[in-house]
C-alpha cells in the first residue's frame, strides 16, 4: 500500500493522536449541562446526537422571584394596582409560571364590605372566570370595620416567553368601603417560581 505523506504509526490510537474538535471526552464539565449541550447515544445501534433540553428533569424550580408591599390604600370599585407585583424572565418558552400572593387587608368602613384581589400579567387579568370586580382569585365578603384578614391564593401561569414578565395584584372595593394594605406594619408578598416544562 502506498501513503501520501508519512507512514501511520503501528500503533492503537490515543487522545493525544486526535484534533481537539473531535469528542474525546478530556475535558469535563463543571456545572449543569446547558439546553444546547449535546450527548451521543446509540438509537437501535445507530450513534446519534441528543440536546440536553431532550432529556427528562420537568418540573424542576429553575428560579424564584419575591415582591412585598407594605402600605395601599383604596376606595376604587374597580380593579386598581396595588403596587404589590413582581417581575420575572423565564428562562424557556415552555416553562410555567407558579404564583402564590399572600395579602393582609381591612375593610374600614361602617358596615361589612366585600373585597376582591385577582392578578394580572401585564394588562390581562388572569382569573378564569367572572366578570367586573367578580374576576377575581381571592374575596373576603365579611372584612368589617377594621377587621384585618389575609387574602391568600395561588396560579399557575403559562405566559409562553423568555422576556420579562410582570405579575401584580390588584383589589377592588364595594362600593362605601375603603380597602387598606399594610396595617400595623404588616406586609404583603407575592412570589414566582418558575417551573421547568
Same mark, same amino acid.
Given at each position: 500500500m502506498s501513503y501520501i505523506g508519512s507512514k501511520p504509526a503501528n500503533k492503537p490510537v490515543v487522545a493525544s493522536d486526535l484534533d481537539p474538535a473531535v469528542i474525546t471526552g478530556q475535558t469535563a464539565l463543571t456545572s449543569s449541562p446547558a439546553d444546547t449541550d449535546e450527548f451521543i447515544i446509540s438509537d437501535g445501534g445507530v450513534l446519534k446526537r441528543l440536546d440536553a433540553s431532550l432529556? @427528562? $428533569?420537568g418540573g424542576k424550580v429553575l428560579?424564584?422571584?419575591?415582591g412585598t408591599q407594605g402600605l395601599f390604600a383604596t376606595t376604587s370599585t374597580s380593579f386598581t394596582s396595588t403596587g404589590l407585583d413582581a417581575a420575572i424572565t423565564p428562562s424557556a418558552s415552555s416553562s410555567k409560571?407558579?404564583?402564590t400572593v399572600t395579602m393582609v387587608e381591612t375593610s374600614n368602613s361602617t358596615a361589612n364590605k366585600n373585597v376582591t384581589a385577582t392578578l394580572f400579567r401585564g394588562s390581562t387579568n388572569l382569573a378564569p372566570s367572572g366578570s367586573g370586580q367578580h374576576k377575581a382569585m381571592g374575596?373576603?365578603?365579611?372584612?368589617?370595620? @377594621? $377587621?384585618?384578614?389575609?387574602?391568600t391564593f395561588q396560579f399557575l401561569d403559562t405566559p409562553n416567553t423568555t422576556n420579562a414578565t410582570t405579575y401584580t395584584v390588584h383589589v377592588a372595593a364595594e362600593s362605601g368601603a375603603t380597602i387598606t394594605m399594610g396595617i400595623n406594619s404588616t406586609t404583603s408578598f407575592i412570589q414566582l417560581m418558575e417551573i421547568g416544562a
Amino acid at each position: 500500500m502506498s501513503y501520501i505523506g508519512s507512514k501511520p504509526a503501528n500503533k492503537p490510537v490515543v487522545a493525544s493522536d486526535l484534533d481537539p474538535a473531535v469528542i474525546t471526552g478530556q475535558t469535563a464539565l463543571t456545572s449543569s449541562p446547558a439546553d444546547t449541550d449535546e450527548f451521543i447515544i446509540s438509537d437501535g445501534g445507530v450513534l446519534k446526537r441528543l440536546d440536553a433540553s431532550l432529556i @427528562g $428533569g420537568g418540573g424542576k424550580v429553575l428560579q424564584v422571584v419575591q415582591g412585598t408591599q407594605g402600605l395601599f390604600a383604596t376606595t376604587s370599585t374597580s380593579f386598581t394596582s396595588t403596587g404589590l407585583d413582581a417581575a420575572i424572565t423565564p428562562s424557556a418558552s415552555s416553562s410555567k409560571v407558579l404564583v402564590t400572593v399572600t395579602m393582609v387587608e381591612t375593610s374600614n368602613s361602617t358596615a361589612n364590605k366585600n373585597v376582591t384581589a385577582t392578578l394580572f400579567r401585564g394588562s390581562t387579568n388572569l382569573a378564569p372566570s367572572g366578570s367586573g370586580q367578580h374576576k377575581a382569585m381571592g374575596v373576603n365578603y365579611n372584612a368589617g370595620s @377594621g $377587621g384585618a384578614v389575609n387574602i391568600t391564593f395561588q396560579f399557575l401561569d403559562t405566559p409562553n416567553t423568555t422576556n420579562a414578565t410582570t405579575y401584580t395584584v390588584h383589589v377592588a372595593a364595594e362600593s362605601g368601603a375603603t380597602i387598606t394594605m399594610g396595617i400595623n406594619s404588616t406586609t404583603s408578598f407575592i412570589q414566582l417560581m418558575e417551573i421547568g416544562a
